[in-house]
């Protein structure tokens, strides 16, 4: 006769047997020693016949708490598989929402050499910052180059009137100022990015969590 039950209560179960069957191996004992003239083994200091008892019982029991915990993971995968969630950003399978959540977050096989969007924009805005610094490097020495220029040119005579020669200095500096090429507008592709990670991954863990409360898996 199969159970029925909430994801919910399942993963709370699934997650009670993980430490529930970790406790029972670490206190069962399978094999102990004993010599022919005692009548109790070594370790638990119980007769032969009732540590082999307890240690089939044991064993027994383990492997029931085991058989138990595949049912029940089965049965949430299956579910994940099979019931679907909706985001601003499309739908998605339960087991595809939550792939998709850890790969944002760096989790899984792959770590954070997964979470590509991340690291497009870490690229991005490193990329950014360091084309701004150059710009501003090298523009101020063109400043300081032109100062130099107009100052040469003006001599100390700071009443010559005549523009054009600074107007050379002007197209000088013109024809040299280094520009950001900025094709994508990072920044706001940066923006866009960020609003659409933290949204995604906060509508992700609602729908998980609201799915979860209210869908039912069978265990057989």
């Not at 969630?85 to 339960?94: A, E, L, P, R």
């Not at 998709?100 to 770590?111: K, V």
């Not at 063109?142 to 050379?168: C, F, H, W, Y």
Request: proline share 1%; aromatic share 6%.
């Amino acid at each position: 006769m199969s159970e029925r039950m909430l994801v919910t209560q399942a993963l709370d179960e699934r997650d009670l047997l993980v430490k529930k069957i970790a406790d029972k191996i670490e206190k069962a004992s399978f094999v102990d020693t004993i010599k022919p003239n005692e009548d109790k083994v070594y370790v638990k200091r119980s007769s032969k016949e009732e540590y082999a008892k307890d240690a089939e019982s044991a064993y027994q029991q383990i492997m029931d708490l085991i058989d138990r915990f595949q049912k029940i993971d089965a049965a949430i995968v299956a579910s994940n598989a099979r019931t679907e969630i909706q985001t601003s950003y499309g739908g998605y399978t339960v087991a595809g929402a939550i792939s998709l959540r850890s790969r944002l977050h760096g989790l899984g096989a792959y770590e954070d050499d997964a979470d590509f969007e991340g690291k497009l924009q870490s690229k991005m805005r490193t990329e950014y910052n360091e084309r701004i610094r150059f710009c501003d490097l090298k523009n101020a020495q063109l400043q300081s180059t032109a100062e130099n220029m107009r100052l040469s040119i003006l001599g100390k005579d700071n009443k010559i009137k005549d523009e054009k020669p600074l107007g050379v200095v002007d197209a000088y500096v013109k024809e040299n100022t280094t520009e950001l090429v900025d094709p994508l507008d990072v920044q706001k592709k940066l923006e866009s990015l960020e609003e659409k990670r933290n949204k995604l991954l906060t509508e992700l863990d609602t729908q998980i969590k609201v799915s979860n409360a209210t869908t039912f898996i069978e265990i057989a």
